[in-house]
Protein backbone atom coordinates (compact mmCIF):
# COMPACT_ATOMS: atom_id res chain seq x y z
CA UNK A 1 0.00 0.00 0.00
CA UNK A 2 0.94 3.31 -0.77
CA UNK A 3 -1.48 5.93 1.12
CA UNK A 4 -1.89 10.05 0.87
CA UNK A 5 -3.13 11.45 3.54
CA UNK A 6 -4.03 14.62 2.81
CA UNK A 7 -4.27 17.04 5.83
CA UNK A 8 -7.60 19.50 5.10
CA UNK A 9 -9.54 20.56 8.42
CA UNK A 10 -7.56 24.08 9.33
CA UNK A 11 -9.80 27.25 9.99
CA UNK A 12 -7.48 29.46 7.47
CA UNK A 13 -8.43 32.40 9.34
CA UNK A 14 -5.05 34.38 7.54
CA UNK A 15 -6.76 34.51 4.49
CA UNK A 16 -9.66 36.63 6.07
CA UNK A 17 -12.11 35.44 3.49
CA UNK A 18 -15.06 33.59 5.85
CA UNK A 19 -14.52 30.75 3.65
CA UNK A 20 -11.59 28.15 4.13
CA UNK A 21 -8.71 28.09 2.48
CA UNK A 22 -8.94 24.82 0.82
CA UNK A 23 -12.37 25.54 -0.65
CA UNK A 24 -10.90 28.84 -2.49
CA UNK A 25 -10.80 28.79 -6.27
CA UNK A 26 -7.49 28.12 -8.48
CA UNK A 27 -7.45 28.29 -12.12
CA UNK A 28 -11.45 27.13 -12.26
CA UNK A 29 -11.17 24.52 -9.18
CA UNK A 30 -10.81 24.61 -5.48
CA UNK A 31 -7.30 24.74 -4.09
CA UNK A 32 -8.19 20.93 -2.39
CA UNK A 33 -9.13 19.83 -5.89
CA UNK A 34 -5.67 20.49 -7.37
CA UNK A 35 -4.49 19.13 -4.42
CA UNK A 36 -6.18 15.68 -5.09
CA UNK A 37 -5.61 15.60 -8.34
CA UNK A 38 -1.66 15.74 -8.03
CA UNK A 39 -1.90 12.59 -5.76
CA UNK A 40 -4.46 10.60 -8.00
CA UNK A 41 -2.19 11.75 -11.29
CA UNK A 42 0.85 9.28 -9.33
CA UNK A 43 0.44 6.18 -10.14
CA UNK A 44 2.47 4.79 -7.42
CA UNK A 45 -0.36 6.11 -5.11
CA UNK A 46 -3.06 3.60 -4.72
CA UNK A 47 -4.93 4.80 -1.77
CA UNK A 48 -5.92 8.34 -0.30
CA UNK A 49 -7.35 9.24 2.87
CA UNK A 50 -8.56 13.29 3.22
CA UNK A 51 -9.14 14.51 7.19
CA UNK A 52 -11.52 17.40 6.89
CA UNK A 53 -14.23 19.02 9.35
CA UNK A 54 -16.61 16.45 10.04
CA UNK A 55 -19.67 18.86 9.21
CA UNK A 56 -18.42 18.94 5.38
CA UNK A 57 -17.38 15.53 4.77
CA UNK A 58 -20.41 15.42 2.37
CA UNK A 59 -20.05 18.75 1.05
CA UNK A 60 -16.53 17.10 0.13
CA UNK A 61 -17.73 14.01 -1.22
CA UNK A 62 -20.30 15.67 -3.38
CA UNK A 63 -18.54 18.72 -4.54
CA UNK A 64 -14.79 17.83 -4.23
CA UNK A 65 -14.17 14.29 -4.63
CA UNK A 66 -17.37 12.65 -6.62
CA UNK A 67 -16.68 15.15 -9.94
CA UNK A 68 -12.47 14.41 -10.09
CA UNK A 69 -13.87 10.44 -10.54
CA UNK A 70 -10.41 9.50 -9.09
CA UNK A 71 -8.45 6.63 -9.90
CA UNK A 72 -7.52 5.75 -6.53
CA UNK A 73 -9.87 4.59 -3.67
CA UNK A 74 -10.77 8.07 -2.00
CA UNK A 75 -12.34 7.98 1.53
CA UNK A 76 -13.27 11.11 3.87
CA UNK A 77 -12.63 10.86 7.68
CA UNK A 78 -13.23 13.92 10.08
CA UNK A 79 -10.23 16.67 11.00
CA UNK A 80 -9.62 16.72 14.77
CA UNK A 81 -8.86 19.89 17.18
CA UNK A 82 -5.54 20.01 15.38
CA UNK A 83 -3.59 19.33 12.34
CA UNK A 84 -1.78 16.64 14.26
CA UNK A 85 -5.50 15.08 15.41
CA UNK A 86 -6.08 14.87 11.49
CA UNK A 87 -3.33 12.86 10.97
CA UNK A 88 -4.18 10.56 13.59
CA UNK A 89 -7.38 9.74 12.60
CA UNK A 90 -6.52 9.30 8.96
CA UNK A 91 -3.86 7.24 10.31
CA UNK A 92 -6.31 5.14 11.62
CA UNK A 93 -8.16 3.53 8.63
CA UNK A 94 -4.77 2.77 7.10
CA UNK A 95 -4.84 -0.97 8.35
CA UNK A 96 -2.40 -1.97 5.75
CA UNK A 97 1.54 -1.92 5.90
CA UNK A 98 3.34 0.16 3.28
CA UNK A 99 4.34 3.94 3.24
CA UNK A 100 2.34 7.00 4.25
CA UNK A 101 2.47 10.22 2.37
CA UNK A 102 1.17 13.12 4.60
CA UNK A 103 0.72 16.28 2.54
CA UNK A 104 -0.64 19.55 3.49
CA UNK A 105 -4.06 19.98 1.56
CA UNK A 106 -3.11 23.61 0.54
CA UNK A 107 -0.10 23.05 -1.34
CA UNK A 108 -1.90 22.27 -4.46
CA UNK A 109 1.39 22.34 -6.83
CA UNK A 110 2.97 19.56 -5.45
CA UNK A 111 4.90 18.19 -8.34
CA UNK A 112 4.57 14.36 -9.24
CA UNK A 113 8.32 13.89 -9.37
CA UNK A 114 8.24 14.94 -5.92
CA UNK A 115 6.06 12.63 -4.82
CA UNK A 116 7.66 9.56 -6.42
CA UNK A 117 10.81 11.19 -4.53
CA UNK A 118 9.36 10.92 -1.18
CA UNK A 119 8.07 7.53 -1.73
CA UNK A 120 11.53 6.02 -3.32
CA UNK A 121 13.27 7.90 0.42
CA UNK A 122 10.70 6.18 2.65
CA UNK A 123 11.32 2.86 1.15
CA UNK A 124 14.90 3.35 1.18
CA UNK A 125 15.15 5.19 4.53
CA UNK A 126 11.80 4.60 6.60
CA UNK A 127 11.18 8.15 6.95
CA UNK A 128 11.79 11.34 4.29
CA UNK A 129 10.68 14.82 3.95
CA UNK A 130 11.76 17.70 1.24
CA UNK A 131 13.29 20.54 2.08
CA UNK A 132 14.31 23.59 0.98
CA UNK A 133 17.48 25.61 2.21
CA UNK A 134 17.44 28.93 3.92
CA UNK A 135 19.08 31.81 1.48
CA UNK A 136 17.98 34.93 3.13
CA UNK A 137 19.84 36.22 6.42
CA UNK A 138 18.01 35.13 9.50
CA UNK A 139 17.36 37.52 12.24
CA UNK A 140 15.83 36.84 15.86
CA UNK A 141 13.56 39.74 16.98
CA UNK A 142 12.36 40.71 20.24
CA UNK A 143 8.51 41.26 21.75
CA UNK A 144 10.14 45.00 21.49
CA UNK A 145 10.77 44.50 17.56
CA UNK A 146 14.29 44.99 17.92
CA UNK A 147 16.96 42.19 16.62
CA UNK A 148 18.40 40.27 18.96
CA UNK A 149 20.47 38.63 17.05
CA UNK A 150 21.57 37.07 13.54
CA UNK A 151 21.40 33.85 13.00
CA UNK A 152 23.85 31.23 11.38
CA UNK A 153 21.61 30.19 8.27
CA UNK A 154 24.11 26.87 7.94
CA UNK A 155 22.71 24.22 8.42
CA UNK A 156 18.96 25.25 8.46
CA UNK A 157 16.06 24.37 6.22
CA UNK A 158 12.66 24.67 5.66
CA UNK A 159 10.30 21.86 6.00
CA UNK A 160 7.79 20.98 3.30
CA UNK A 161 5.17 18.29 2.38
CA UNK A 162 4.69 15.42 1.48
CA UNK A 163 6.43 13.77 4.11
CA UNK A 164 6.51 10.05 3.57
CA UNK A 165 7.04 6.78 6.27
CA UNK A 166 7.13 3.34 6.87
CA UNK A 167 2.91 3.14 7.83
CA UNK A 168 4.20 1.24 10.76
CA UNK A 169 7.06 3.90 11.82
CA UNK A 170 4.25 6.73 11.57
CA UNK A 171 1.44 5.16 13.69
CA UNK A 172 3.85 3.77 16.24
CA UNK A 173 5.00 7.45 16.76
CA UNK A 174 1.60 9.23 16.66
CA UNK A 175 0.75 6.36 19.44
CA UNK A 176 3.12 7.42 21.24
CA UNK A 177 3.03 11.33 21.04
CA UNK A 178 -0.75 10.80 21.91
CA UNK A 179 0.16 8.41 25.29
CA UNK A 180 2.81 11.25 26.21
CA UNK A 181 0.75 14.64 25.04
CA UNK A 182 3.68 14.99 22.55
CA UNK A 183 2.13 17.92 20.62
CA UNK A 184 4.28 19.24 16.81
CA UNK A 185 3.37 21.34 13.83
CA UNK A 186 4.78 18.48 11.91
CA UNK A 187 4.86 14.91 11.79
CA UNK A 188 8.81 14.28 11.07
CA UNK A 189 9.12 16.64 14.33
CA UNK A 190 7.34 13.60 16.10
CA UNK A 191 9.63 10.77 14.47
CA UNK A 192 12.78 12.91 15.74
CA UNK A 193 11.07 12.97 19.00
CA UNK A 194 11.00 9.68 19.40
CA UNK A 195 14.65 8.81 18.30
CA UNK A 196 13.94 8.18 14.48
CA UNK A 197 16.10 9.06 11.94
CA UNK A 198 14.45 11.46 9.02
CA UNK A 199 16.28 11.33 6.06
CA UNK A 200 15.50 14.52 3.72
CA UNK A 201 15.42 15.35 -0.10
CA UNK A 202 15.35 18.82 -2.02
CA UNK A 203 12.27 20.38 -2.16
CA UNK A 204 10.51 22.66 -4.74
CA UNK A 205 10.29 26.24 -4.62
CA UNK A 206 7.07 26.01 -6.51
CA UNK A 207 5.67 23.61 -4.15
CA UNK A 208 4.00 26.65 -2.15
CA UNK A 209 1.86 26.50 0.87
CA UNK A 210 -1.63 28.58 0.08
CA UNK A 211 -1.69 30.68 3.98
CA UNK A 212 -2.26 34.35 2.68
CA UNK A 213 -3.89 35.94 -0.43
CA UNK A 214 -0.48 36.96 -1.40
CA UNK A 215 0.15 33.08 -2.08
CA UNK A 216 -3.30 32.87 -3.40
CA UNK A 217 -1.90 34.96 -5.91
CA UNK A 218 1.34 33.55 -6.75
CA UNK A 219 -0.37 29.93 -7.17
CA UNK A 220 -2.39 31.51 -9.79
CA UNK A 221 1.08 32.85 -11.54
CA UNK A 222 2.72 29.70 -11.55
CA UNK A 223 -0.12 27.62 -12.55
CA UNK A 224 -0.70 30.12 -15.84
CA UNK A 225 3.19 29.30 -16.29
CA UNK A 226 5.35 27.09 -17.93
CA UNK A 227 6.70 25.33 -15.06
CA UNK A 228 6.56 21.50 -14.77
CA UNK A 229 3.60 21.10 -11.96
Known amino acids: MIAALIVAAGKGVRMGTGLRKQYLSLGGQTILAH ?17 VPQ ?8 EIIDPLRMRAHTELVAGGARRQDSVCNGLDVLTEEGIVLIHDGVRPLVSRNLIEACIQGAQRWDACIPVLGVTDTLKKI ?5 IEATVPREGLCM ?4 QAFRATLIKQ ?3 TARRNGWTATDDASLVERAGGVVHVISGSPINIKITTPDDLRWAETLLGSQFDL
Do not use: S, Y
Not at 37 to 43: A, I, L, R
Not at 142 to 146: A, D, I, L, M, S
Open 55 to 62: DEMAFCRR
Open 159 to 162: AQTP
Open 35 to 51: TLKKFDQCPMVDHIVMA
Open 173 to 175: VHQ
Open 142 to 146: NPQGH
